[in-house]
């Protein structure tokens, strides 16, 4: 039976070859099935498991970093029913201090790993080493992580996503410990460059001081997110982008406004700051692009770019060949490659054939030109001719007309 069936159905069918299925065809419902709830069921699954976030705040001590936490996540932070439980280190005390926060049923596990001591010494040169050995650390403890027999169960992220390096607002170039650390930070973690104590300065101020940091940090090849990330689902984020790097402020307390509002913000003798107002700082931009817009995106360059490189540097240290480590970033840039070999063919083929259209357009054209003026020729000769004939018909009408009356 099944070789009879097998003869009636040869030639019917091509041969996928092996590991292949056939191609998927589409069928329209008879009755709808309730697929359009399985976004909403994926909400809902994402709702249920916490997010995670992890941001290193690094930058020298009196630059406001804690206040700004504060300011930055809308809460209190300093809480000292929080255990904090400082690391092992020479110099820079790295102090990482878990909090949960929960926002209309979504919670978002946030870690912050503040840096105190970093830049209190003369030799400022090793205050960046214990800042790497703990991010490296990290980076070793979810790679053991994945080798255990616990994989399947989840794995406790602690990887730095986010690294805000806060930038004395000295309105003046960059500090050469600031290029140093930035330098060996950016090759390890994502860096956010901040500007502190934004209100220090006038906006004419902060526009020289972004555009100066900028240069710098062009000169020196320093990659900051988001530039040297690009992405093309950024399309809608240009009005946060343009302030990079982002000068801020933070509050701990609230100010009254002149309408009776009160705001987080600070009050002076010339007048009120506030801490939400953009044309004051650039703290919902920061707000916006860390936690509504990229807080996805940070998390996936730690896994995919950062830790990669740390994972394939390790493998690479036990002894394995360079052709498989190599296996995959081959592949990836031959399929680049050939996709924008595909892409430039297909530009150069739709080229060819728009030329080809405007041709066959403008043959065509001249054809009906030609036939047209062909027919006006011809016309205008029938109508002569018509004319002719009737100048001699009426000639001998009048030849006739004459005859009869000589009769």
């Not at 995670?52 to 970093?65: F, I, T």
Request: hydrophobic content about 30%; proline content about 5%; some cysteine.
């Amino acid at each position: 039976m099944p070789l009879e069936h097998a003869l009636q159905t040869r030639g019917l069918f091509p041969d996928l070859g092996a590991y292949k299925h056939a191609p998927a065809r589409a069928f329209p419902l008879t009755r709808p099935l309730g697929m359009d709830q399985l976004p909403r069921q994926n909400h809902l699954k994402a709702k249920r498991k916490p997010f995670q976030l992890n941001v290193m705040v690094v930058g020298e001590s009196g630059l406001g970093k804690s206040t700004f936490m504060n300011t930055l996540f809308n809460t209190d932070l300093n809480d000292t029913s929080v255990p904090r439980v400082p690391q092992d280190t020479k110099t820079v005390d790295i102090t990482p201090v878990h909090f949960e926060l929960e926002e209309e049923g979504v919670k978002l596990n946030l870690c912050l790993i503040d840096t105190p001591g970093f830049g209190d010494r003369l030799n400022r040169k090793e205050d960046v080493q214990p800042i790497l050995e703990y991010i490296d650390k990290q980076y070793a403890a979810y790679y053991n992580a994945e080798r255990s027999s616990e994989f399947r169960r989840g794995i406790i992220d602690t990887r730095v996503h986010a690294c805000l390096y806060f930038i004395s607002p000295t309105g003046h170039s960059l500090k050469d410990l600031d290029i140093e650390t930035l330098k060996e930070l950016s090759s390890q973690v994502t860096v956010i460059p901040v500007i502190a104590k934004g209100d220090t300065m006038t906006e004419e101020e902060k526009v020289l001081f972004k555009k100066m940091i900028l240069e710098d940090l062009e000169y020196h090849k320093i990659p900051i997110y988001p530039s040297a990330y690009p992405d093309d689902d950024r399309d809608d984020m240009q009005e946060t982008l343009q302030h990079v790097p982002f000068a801020v402020m933070g509050s701990d307390s609230l100010v009254d406004l002149p309408n009776g509002q009160q705001v987080r913000g600070r009050a002076y003798r010339w007048g009120t700051v506030e801490v939400e107002n953009p044309a004051h700082c650039d703290m919902i931009h920061l707000r916006e692009l860390l936690i509504i817009q990229c807080l996805h995106e940070l998390s996936d360059l730690s896994h995919h770019h950062h830790y990669h490189g740390y994972r394939t540097s390790l493998l690479r240290k036990d002894g394995r060949r360079e052709s498989f480590m190599k296996c995959d970033e081959e592949y990836d840039e031959r399929m680049d490659q050939l996709k924008k070999n595909s892409e430039q063919a297909m530009s150069q083929r739709e080229e060819e054939m728009r030329q080809q259209f405007v041709e066959l357009v403008q043959t065509t054209e001249d054809d009906l030109k030609r036939r047209e003026r062909e027919l006006q020729e011809k016309r205008d000769k029938m109508m002569k001719d018509l004319e002719e004939q009737q100048k001699q018909i009426a000639l001998l009408e009048q030849e006739l007309n004459e005859k009869l009356t000589l009769r």
